[in-house]
């Protein structure tokens, strides 16, 4: 932690609000939010941006609902799972950068907070100098100006004079789906809670109108021609059957004859009314349902989002955090994602070996082996066909269509390894 970052982490005052320069570092010009100016007229007490929705719910959907966790998490998952590059000329700052990152697991870090901003709207990390902390999006908040610049973070806690202030510097923000000039952003449950609802009424009321229905699939008829039952004859009747447990044997009398109703549309109507609420879901949520069955239907809408996220958070780190960080020159990227599976990927990797595109330390490194030394391609290749299995010993890695794969994998065995001390050309 650098001399700077102790005196500014100072600033974190709790009951009391920290020091704001209006258009300090940069100009808010004039225009003004009506509502922050009209709030600030008329509001006494703690002096915050409310919400926008209600956060308790979206935590209740989330933790109760399967379906929608999953759609959630997915494209989270995804968004940082395939690594990051630290962009800067300076190598000794590269590395510091990335140490300290491996040392808090940044990529877990990073998944909690993109999850937060789907969820909530908004999430947030407290920078401490040598650390990134996930704060609660459900109790921090923001006040502003009414230019719209931010005068500090609010984290209520209980009582005023119990509650926290963050200088904006010590917040990172990352809104999902920035809406309009409010402070915070929208949640992805919001739009959906309808739909929750709907499948929670199905699988509730629904299903359980089906059960009923599906437990009366007999017409019973009581009594002979010249001795037909009472009404209380028959109504104990009625109360035996309703009476009788799952798979138990119907024993009667002659003067009882029953038939099994056949069976109607209703439950497959039901599936479709499901089917539809799920698909609306899938649908909202940017996750098709093919991702499961069919990923190749479902990348032109799955990837593109992924890189919408990931360039969102790219975006908030280089605006807020990275420019903390030492001498605040470096840059955050993700890495391009990849929802191959582990042939196509071993496929590339040689293909980008043969033709001198990656170095081989380059493509160890991105396995979790030792990048350093010289390896040569065949090590590499078995590295990488232990990796994809035995399928890929064939591998055409010319991407030739009508060239033989055995014959071209001899001819990739005899090749030369290019560039084989791992300069790029």
Partial sequence: MSLIDNIRRRFATVGSDPEFKENDPVDFGEGIIKRIRLSNQFRGGKQYE????NNRTYMNVYLSDPIIRTLIDLPCLYAVKDNFD????NDALRDNIEEMFRDINIEHILYGWLRNARIFGTGYLEYTGDNLVLRSSQNMYVQRNEHGQIKYYYQDIGEDSENVRFEEEEIIELKNN???????GLSDIHPILYLVDLKD???RDIGAALNKYA?????????????????????????????LQPGEDIIHGNDIEI???QGTQRAFEYGKYTDDILDKMHMALKVPKTMWTDPDRARPIFEPYVRYLQTMVEGALNAQLMPQIESGEARFKFRQINIEDSFTKAKTDMIYLSEGVLSPGEVREERGLDPEGVVELDMLKDVVVKQAGPAAKNANVSGGMNEDKKEESARAHNRPAANAIGDRR
């Avoid at 630290?86 to 000329?89: H, K, Q, S």
């Avoid at 920035?178 to 915070?184: E, L, N, Q, R, S």
């Avoid at 699939?217 to 109360?239: A, T």
């Fill in 50 to 53: 409310q919400h926008i929705g």
């Fill in 86 to 89: 630290i962009v800067t000329d």
């Fill in 178 to 184: 920035t809406f309009d000039d409010y402070a915070y």
């Fill in 201 to 203: 009424y199905a699988e």
């Fill in 215 to 243: 437990s009366s699939r007999f017409d019973i008829s009581c009594g002979l021609p010249d001795m037909p039952y009472g009404p209380d004859k028959i109504n104990e009747v009625v109360d035996a059957f309703n009476s």
């Fill in 259 to 261: 038939k099994e109703l």
